[in-house]
């Protein structure tokens, strides 16, 4: 069986919303409420992986499922090449360079730098998150692509290198 693998650069937004339909009605509890979860977003190269999850801000925090939050958790934890972050925005269409998303990581969230409530969501404030233009965090996120895949480049090197020259990101 071959897959053939198309060429577009446009997003048919249904079918992506198909796919969420499909997927989560695969495994389901008794009651009819899906067993599944997904990840917003999987970025990768060479054996480094950035996952994200977004949410919309309400009541000045984000929501995530404890489901959700486990497996992240665990991906971070079992991965050693691995960061998971968690963005925040007022609105879903604020995808303008100059708009401002919050972001947090994982390993704050660990080291207890990022508050955490609740039994069946965690919650994460807006005030426990940095606030970052979209452009900023795409050239972030690309450069620690780029960085932490390359096993000739030592990151901590060049982290120490970006950090001495510009502010911490998040």
């Keep these: 069986m071959a897959i053939q693998l198309e060429d577009t650069d446009e997003m048919n937004y249904q079918e992506l919303v198909n796919s969420f339909i499909f997927s989560n009605s695969l495994i389901k509890y008794p009651d009819g409420r ?24 309400s009541l000045d925090q984000i929501r995530i499922s404890l489901q959700k939050f486990t497996v992240l958790s665990e991906f971070w934890n079992q991965l050693p090449r691995c960061e998971v972050l968690f963005f925040g925005t007022d609105s879903n269409t604020r995808i303008n360079d100059d708009d401002v998303v919050w972001v947090t990581s994982m390993e704050k969230i660990q080291q207890g730098q990022t508050k955490t409530t609740g039994s069946h969501h965690v919650l994460i404030h807006r005030d426990q998150m940095t606030p970052r233009p979209r452009k900023e965090m795409n050239w972030y996120l690309n450069r620690m692509l780029d960085l932490r895949a390359d096993p000739f480049i030592d990151p901590k090197e060049v982290a120490l290198k970006i950090n001495a020259e510009r502010e911490v990101i998040f």
């Design 34 to 57: 899906p067993r599944t979860t997904d990840i917003d977003f999987v970025a990768y190269k060479f054996g480094f992986f950035i996952l994200g999850e977004c949410k919309t801000f």
